[in-house]
């Protein structure tokens, strides 16, 4: 079939690659055009799709990149990636509303259009339908189908790949179901479908909110434990022995990527747009984790107060600037605001991320350095957000004059962790 994925970040190129490998001719569109020349050359920017992976289906002539929207006409199935940010509380759909007035003017009768994209129930039906309908001139059920099928990305995770992990499938009719369930049948080793794509559209806001709220209640935890005089760690693990009714998680310095700070503030807007009452856990596990690099400020402070030190004018380093271990995907990560919180205090802030180019944090003036020995011994405080693997983790321990570890990695006399 000939596929569009429309839309070459995290979600979209690796399903293009995917879907080109399976056999399928596949345009992966995207209206970055310095973004689709790297992909055009066969250099990925998302780890989970190798630069190797990627040329080998260049070559093959089952995947081409673009950035012309005459290279839309013709398609099979299109599939919407693109993003969905919230704008001071209120969800951004506009990018999706643009997508699909692209797709729809090259959209023929039998064709099918699939979104992605996380956002609210009712989006499919309430808003891609109508503009698509608005751009083509065609009828949603009658002339074309459509469909919802939330990604559920991992960028690094070895357990679960991409294919190996279930594909929630749904249709806004039993024809655009089997269609829909039948495209990603090709790409992904197992497929659930749902009934519509209200269902799928909020089975994917409960799954990222399952996690907020369970982070939320510990890292608040972690605030409180130190008075209490409890090892939060070791409780953890103590309580993960149980085999049933209960989910291991753990302290940091906050939350980061797309998923858990933004996708379930959509759905306690949706919540308060249409029933004009609170989702209280959302919004309650929103505050605890926006809280959370606060938090890490003020403890690098006392422990830098306790030392005799200022931390305006301290030399700060904050090791690992990724959202999640071993990735590269700096979105939303707490790294950002927890150097916005030291700078604004005078702090001498650098970064250390064996992960990150310079380019990629373009909002700080951060500079980033080696986490080898001497940036380590002439820090006067050292901050462990992300415990990578490349890190050299006892002589950190070893050679910092204070440590705060957020991911109880570090041991030592210099080294406090986040309880």
């Given at each position: 079939?000939?596929?569009v994925?429309?839309?070459?970040?995290?979600?979209?190129?690796p399903?293009?690659?995917?879907?080109?490998?399976?056999?399928?001719?596949?345009?992966?569109?995207?209206?970055?055009?310095?973004?689709?020349?790297?992909?055009?050359?066969?250099?990925?920017?998302?780890?989970?799709?190798?630069?190797?992976?990627?040329?080998?289906v260049?070559?093959?002539?089952?995947?081409?990149?673009s950035?012309?929207?005459?290279?839309?006409?013709?398609?099979?199935?299109?599939?919407?990636?693109?993003p969905?940010?919230?704008?001071?509380?209120?969800?951004?759909?506009?990018?999706i509303?643009?997508?699909?007035?692209?797709?729809?003017?090259?959209?023929?009768?039998?064709?099918?259009?699939?979104?992605?994209?996380?956002?609210?129930?009712?989006?499919?039906?309430?808003?891609?339908?109508?503009?698509?309908?608005?751009?083509?001139?065609?009828?949603?059920?009658?002339?074309?189908?459509?469909?919802?099928?939330?990604?559920?990305?991992?960028?690094?995770?070895?357990r679960?790949?991409?294919?190996?992990?279930?594909?929630?499938?749904?249709?806004?009719?039993?024809?655009?179901?089997?269609?829909?369930?039948?495209f990603?049948?090709?790409?992904?080793?197992?497929?659930?479908?749902?009934?519509?794509?209200?269902?799928?559209?909020?089975?994917?806001?409960?799954?990222?909110?399952?996690?907020?709220?369970?982070?939320?209640?510990?890292?608040?935890?972690?605030?409180?434990?130190?008075?209490?005089?409890?090892?939060?760690?070791?409780?953890?693990?103590?309580?993960?022995?149980?085999?049933?009714?209960?989910?291991?998680?753990?302290?940091?310095?906050?939350?980061?990527?797309?998923?858990l700070?933004?996708d379930?503030?959509?759905?306690?807007?949706?919540?308060?747009?249409?029933?004009g009452?609170?989702?209280?856990?959302?919004?309650?596990?929103?505050?605890?984790?926006?809280?959370?690099?606060?938090?890490?400020?003020?403890?690098?402070?006392?422990?830098?107060?306790?030392?005799?030190k200022?931390?305006?004018?301290s030399?700060?380093?904050?090791?690992?600037?990724?959202?999640?271990?071993?990735?590269?995907?700096?979105?939303e990560?707490?790294?950002?605001?927890?150097?916005?919180?030291?700078?604004s205090?005078?702090?001498?802030?650098?970064?250390?991320?064996?992960?990150?180019?310079?380019?990629?944090?373009?909002?700080?003036?951060?500079?980033?350095?080696?986490?080898?020995?001497?940036?380590i011994a002439?820090?006067?405080?050292?901050?462990?957000?992300?415990?990578?693997?490349?890190?050299?983790?006892?002589?950190?321990?070893?050679?910092?004059?204070?440590?705060?570890?957020?991911?109880?990695?570090l041991?030592?006399?210099?080294?406090?962790?986040?309880?």
């Amino acid at each position: 079939m000939q596929i569009v994925a429309a839309g070459q970040g995290y979600v979209g190129l690796p399903l293009a690659v995917r879907a080109a490998e399976a056999g399928h001719r596949v345009t992966g569109y995207d209206v970055d055009a310095d973004r689709v020349r790297r992909l055009a050359a066969g250099d990925s920017h998302v780890e989970d799709v190798p630069s190797g992976r990627l040329r080998a289906v260049l070559d093959a002539g089952t995947y081409r990149a673009s950035a012309d929207e005459a290279a839309l006409a013709g398609y099979d199935i299109a599939v919407i990636t693109v993003p969905t940010p919230l704008r001071e509380g209120v969800p951004d759909l506009s990018f999706i509303e643009t997508c699909a007035r692209t797709l729809g003017r090259h959209l023929r009768r039998g064709a099918t259009v699939v979104l992605e994209s996380t956002t609210y129930p009712g989006t499919t039906e309430e808003l891609l339908l109508p503009v698509l309908e608005e751009a083509s001139g065609l009828k949603a059920g009658e002339d074309f189908r459509a469909g919802f099928s939330p990604e559920r990305i991992a960028p690094g995770n070895k357990r679960w790949s991409f294919e190996t992990t279930p594909k929630l499938v749904s249709g806004i009719d039993t024809e655009s179901l089997e269609v829909i369930k039948g495209f990603y049948d090709t790409v992904f080793q197992t497929t659930v479908a749902v009934s519509t794509p209200k269902v799928a559209e909020l089975a994917k806001l409960i799954e990222n909110t399952f996690r907020l709220v369970n982070i939320s209640m510990i890292n608040e935890l972690a605030t409180l434990t130190d008075r209490l005089g409890v090892d939060i760690w070791e409780a953890i693990d103590a309580a993960a022995t149980k085999p049933f009714g209960f989910t291991r998680f753990t302290p940091g310095p906050g939350v980061g990527g797309h998923c858990l700070p933004v996708d379930p503030l959509f759905l306690s807007w949706k919540i308060r747009e249409d029933l004009g009452v609170p989702f209280r856990f959302v919004e309650l596990a929103d505050e605890v984790n926006r809280s959370m690099p606060h938090y890490v400020v003020r403890r690098v402070a006392a422990a830098l107060d306790q030392r005799g030190k200022a931390v305006s004018g301290s030399r700060i380093l904050l090791l690992g600037l990724t959202y999640k271990i071993n990735a590269t995907d700096l979105r939303e990560s707490p790294s950002t605001r927890v150097a916005e919180l030291l700078i604004s205090l005078g702090s001498q802030v650098r970064g250390a991320d064996p992960n990150v180019a310079p380019s990629d944090h373009p909002k700080l003036n951060l500079p980033l350095v080696d986490a080898d020995e001497e940036e380590i011994a002439a820090a006067d405080a050292v901050v462990l957000l992300m415990d990578h693997a490349a890190f050299d983790l006892p002589m950190i321990g070893e050679l910092a004059p204070y440590v705060l570890d957020c991911r109880n990695r570090l041991s030592g006399p210099n080294v406090e962790t986040l309880y």
